[in-house]
């Protein structure tokens, strides 16, 4: 497609379990980031690559949070040992570069029971 | 650090009324400013953006312009209509992701 592709688009998972969170950017599209969108809130950052390399993860809120890109293109979040406070909206974007325009998926919605 | 404050929703218009939605920035240097919808159910698609100050970002009857002096980034629209109702989200970016306000909901009313 010529979008950004999330998938699933919604997640249910019990409290303890590890989920994964797909990405698939605009094909071209080098950089490519994570956000976290609570209720009612705007999104915030988690992390960001360039190509396969993980330039930036300084927004992930813990250790059992963890993004990959091995082949700089499709991308994985995933999310080991969930806890409620993880549920949320996880979105990602792609752009051309850097500072150009994000381009953003509709998102996977995650909620832990 | 950088940060992002925009006018706490929601907004309920009738059809046709002027809408102004403000925000204001804060930043170390000049970052590029943007808005940003979400329809319900959607991601998030860039509405418009300014780079430089005093550009004047526009899209679908909707404008914004880059106000060094006050910092600011007021979303502006002369007549809504029922199909704008959504949630805007402001931000900036300065050599770093995307930073966003906590958005504003719009209901527009017929």
């Known amino acids: 497609g010529a979008g950004v592709s999330q998938s699933p688009r919604y997640k249910v998972a019990k409290r303890g379990q590890d989920v994964a969170l797909r990405c698939d950017p605009i094909s071209g599209h080098v950089s490519l980031f994570w956000y976290q969108q609570a209720l009612g809130q705007g999104p915030e950052f988690l992390t960001y690559?360039?190509?396969?390399?993980?330039?930036?993860k300084s927004g992930l809120p813990s250790d059992r949070f963890f993004a990959e890109r091995p082949e700089g293109s499709v991308s994985t979040l995933k999310i080991q040992r969930t806890q409620q406070e993880d549920s949320a909206v996880y979105l990602c974007a792609s752009s051309l570069a850097f500072n150009q325009p994000q381009h953003f998926g509709d998102g996977t919605r995650l909620s832990i029971l | 650090g950088n940060s992002v404050t925009q006018m706490e929703g929601p907004v309920t218009l009738s059809e046709e009324a002027f809408l102004t939605i403000n925000c204001t920035y804060t930043a170390t240097g000049y970052p590029s400013l943007f808005w940003y919808v979400q329809y319900p159910g959607e991601g998030l698609q860039l509405l418009l953006k300014a780079t430089k100050a005093d550009d004047k970002g526009s899209n679908k009857g909707f404008e914004a312009t880059y106000r060094k002096e006050t910092t600011s980034f007021h979303l502006e629209k002369g007549s809504v209509q029922v199909s704008d109702s959504a949630v805007y989200f402001c931000a900036q970016a300065i050599n770093t992701p995307l930073v966003f306000g906590k958005g504003t909901r719009l209901s527009v009313i017929a």
């Open positions: 690559f360039q190509n396969e390399a993980q330039l930036d």
